[in-house]
């Protein structure tokens, strides 16, 4: 705008900072609980059900809770859109197959795979009654969608129970520690998936390889993470205040409730303080502590958190 700031260097960000070249990692730079894709179904949209399609199935109770999970992909999650899948244990496949029409979707299932030209999709017919991943939380699962809008203030992300998974549209990290979610729900973590990680048009691509194992964290004590874990339930507890509201209600930059602002506020506190004692003053200025961190941690082969 009307400031000017003479700095040494300027670096393929745009950051002023030192030129590195942020690189994927397969495993978290800090020691950050490991994020991975959701499930791949690779299924023909035979073991994805609208509500609809559920309840044709004419389940017993003890039947939809054996069979049937909720899932969520970016849409679902970011927007509330309810959708379920199948999901049949190995040890419940003979009871699954007694059902005629989950039998028919496994066999939609199988023919689909046999007919693909990817010899791994072939090599999947043999389980058709299953996705490609089978990973659900056992007690909880944090998700972060790989696509989201870029008009947010924040990335957007949250908490599902044991009994719902993701498709690999999301990220997921499973029966992770809350304090992980106040990171990724931070503006620090934002600047930063804005600067590394690739767009879709101009929305955030997020990647787990990209942006949350690179993402540079300073030592954490048992109390930061104490204090990072209330502030990822306050998030929550804001959210909850408001619903049946979705994530694209509640994080409309125009609509965005008061609580729910000042509970992002209270964690950016939280986290920026553990970086430089103090709130940062712009988005620049955090850039240029991630930066300078991360040229450390990756110079060093010491974890830092």
């Not at 804005?194 to 194992?213: A, E």
């Amino acid at each position: 705008e009307n400031s000017l700031k003479e700095v040494k260097e300027i670096n393929a960000y745009l950051v002023p900072a030192p030129n590195v070249i942020v690189q994927k990692k397969r495993q978290p730079l800090s020691s950050l609980s490991s994020m991975s894709f959701g499930n791949k179904p690779v299924d023909g949209g035979n073991l994805l059900l609208s509500s609809d399609e559920v309840k044709a199935l004419n389940l017993s109770s003890e039947q939809r809770d054996r069979f049937i999970r909720r899932i969520y992909g970016s849409a679902e999650f970011i927007r509330g859109l309810q959708r379920y899948c199948l999901w049949i244990e190995n040890q419940h496949l003979d009871e699954a197959v007694e059902i005629e029409g989950i039998e028919k979707r496994i066999e939609g299932v199988r023919s689909m795979r046999l007919a693909s030209r990817d010899k791994s999709a072939n090599e999947m017919a043999n389980r058709a009654h299953q996705m490609r991943e089978m990973k659900i939380g056992q007690s909880h699962t944090i998700v972060v969608p790989a696509v989201s809008s870029e008009g947010r203030a924040y990335l957007p992300s949250g908490l599902i129970s044991k009994e719902a998974t993701v498709t690999n549209r999301n990220f997921a990290l499973y029966d992770a520690p809350l304090w992980n979610m106040a990171l990724i729900a931070s503006r620090m973590h934002y600047v930063w998936v804005d600067t590394v990680c690739g767009k879709m048009r101009t929305d955030f691509n997020y990647s787990n390889t990209l942006g949350w194992n690179t993402f540079p964290v300073p030592t954490l004590t048992e109390k930061n993470k104490v204090d990072l874990t209330r502030c990822a339930e306050n998030i929550l507890l804001a959210r909850e205040a408001h619903f049946p509201k979705t994530i694209a209600d509640l994080y409309d930059p125009e609509k965005m409730p008061a609580n729910l602002r000042e509970a992002h506020k209270q964690n950016d506190e939280t986290l920026e303080r553990i970086y430089i004692g103090r709130r940062f003053k712009n988005d620049t200025e955090r850039l240029e502590k991630l930066f300078e961190l991360y040229t450390k941690m990756t110079t060093s082969p010491q974890k830092l958190a």
